[in-house]
């Protein structure tokens, strides 16, 4: 029995409901029976015991931390101070090395949180006690005049009360201390300052410094710095106890990470800690703002579908701030475990409701849905002949179907206008269609027919089919390249190749598309008026080119434009003068040296040029065809007895050329040259460049 087509679609259309109503009988089903009571019990239990027990672990730590902080930044306060008073006072000189190294490990030693006490001297050289953990200390000195570029570095390691010297060695260095901030204000300073410092000259060391200049009878002796190292904060942090799975972070005002828990850090261990939450502490201090700087703040904060007890507390030390990050979850699991036997009744019917809804949202909504956005794919993806129409009982789904159907065909009617690799590559790359372009080298292609311009005066309109055919076969071996056609002019074909997919041998695919382009037409027999077979000329170039959207903000074309385009056009008429096919600047034969046979022809100056550059004949790649005959050496050797004014020498190995290959128009070329220069020796400004007239 046959169906009316037009009868069955009005059938359906009359089916078709509203996407919005059959959304809201599928959500509110599941949706109303879970959430209502659900939510409200939830929110009013869990926020009040999460923020209360929260609360109080956080005020706990902050106490410890600002403690620890205080004590932290007194103690290198006061370290500097004693040091310092000992200068003044001239109870220490600062060149007195023995006393300087007790001073400095006595400090270190009696203060557990100090990493370094260091010194430098207004010539740049540089003295400094360093803590290696618990049980070693190291000095080390780097002078201007004993052992220059080398660091000196005494180890002692540290015993009940005392210490004892372990070894001495001499290492490469290239920390120079007048590079450092905290040295270069200090010695311009009057008072100590605190400054953020990580170049140490072990390495890199994220570290604070309290330093200030060291003056005795009015003389600036140096700059002292006494140096904390943030893994001592670290090692800190990782006693207290956050909740079971919490943790706090000392971070600055930006954001940055001044210290995460971890027991081990120390001088000798970098800082390892768990940085999982560290992200919520950075958002918690963008939501805060300037005020999270001043003052205690608190917020709720979710990630990951979990919630979190997030606070920020200013800390003694300039700009830096405790954040505690404590799950929600630690709190709340009585809560849960009373709310779950409240809502297990509403669950079994909110499961039963969500299966139903679920069957239903997925043959009605789901699946069409996920055809119609597999058709938006090939939409994306220009691949237009691949979408179809899906009709659904939805007036929405059915409706967006169409569109998308009728939106590619209309897209398909322009297809052959552009070509649409290029238009996938720029979608995969995410270019936008607006002006714009980089420098990039490329190589560039112009394909011309030889007479063309009188061919088409005799045939006319007859010079179309003859024309597709040219174009189908040039276009198929630029494509078969990875090459880009950029447009048709007329006759000519004009390709690049590099972009917009970068390619490393873009002037070897170049040169393989040329010559198949040129066995292609030589094999399709493609003839002209007067049954001659069709000739063609392609002119090749590699160079720095602007590649990009180029045109108007109505109106765009993705083409190379520059000079060493304007120079493979050029080449491209360079053919005619010298009855080649195939000539190649000088940076595509380099490029591509050693995969193509070339001839190298001339040196030419282009029209518009005066400099002027050596232009290759591109005769096959390497391996195939010509690769193995003897007459290129010759000519080339003509050619540089030519160029060095030995005209009857190139004279010879011009002939002989053409005694080899009967015809050869290069090589008659230059022969008629060399006879001419033979007979009249040109002038002392002469050079071997031959200047082209015409584009």
Known sequence: MNVDPGRQFHAIARLTISIRLAVSALVLTAILLTAALSSLLWWRTAEATSRQLASTINEQIVAAVRKEVSAIVDEARAAHTAIRTLFLQNVLDTREADKREFVFLSQLQSQATISWVAFGWPDGSFFAAHKLGDRRLEMTEISLTDHPGQRRVDEYD?????????????????????????????????????????????????????????????????????????????????????????????????????????????????????????????????????DGRKEAWRSRLTSGGAAYEVALTPLPFPGWSLATVIPEAEFLGPVETTLRRLIVGLAVGAVLAALASAALARSAIAAPLSRVVGELRHVEAFALEQVRRHPSRLKEIASLSGAIAEMAAGLSAFRKFIPADLVRSLLRQGVEARPGGSIQELSVMFVDIAGFTGLSERLGDQVVPLLSRYLDLSSEAVVANGGTIDKFIGDAVMAFWGAPQPQADHALRCCRAALGCRRAIEQSGLADDLGQPLQIRIGINSGRMLVGNIGSELRLNYTVIGDAVNVASRLEGANKSYGTQILIGEATERLARGAIVTREIDSIAVYGREEGFSVYELIALAGEGEADVGWIGRYEQGLANYRARRFATALADFEAVLNERGHDRPAELMRDRCRQFAAAAPDNSWRPIAALTTK
């Open 158 to 290: 540290v015993v009940p009360g005392d210490i004892e010297f372990a070894n001495r060695r001499f290492e490469p260095t290239d920390f120079h201390v007048a590079d450092r901030s905290w040295f270069k204000t200090g010695l311009t300073a009057d008072e100590p300052q605190w400054f953020r410092e990580s170049d140490h000259p072990i390495g890199e060391r994220p570290s604070i410094a309290f330093a200030g200049p060291i003056d005795v009878y009015q003389e600036r002796q140096g700059v002292l710095a006494v140096v904390i190292e943030y893994t001592r904060l670290a090692r800190f942090l990782s006693q207290l106890e956050v909740g079971r799975t919490g943790t706090a972070f000392i971070i600055d005002g930006s954001g940055e990470l001044i210290a995460a828990p971890d027991k081990d850090a120390d001088e000798l261990h970098v800082a390892k800690g768990d940085t999982t939450l560290l992200p919520l502490a950075r958002m918690a201090l963008v939501k805060a703002g300037e």
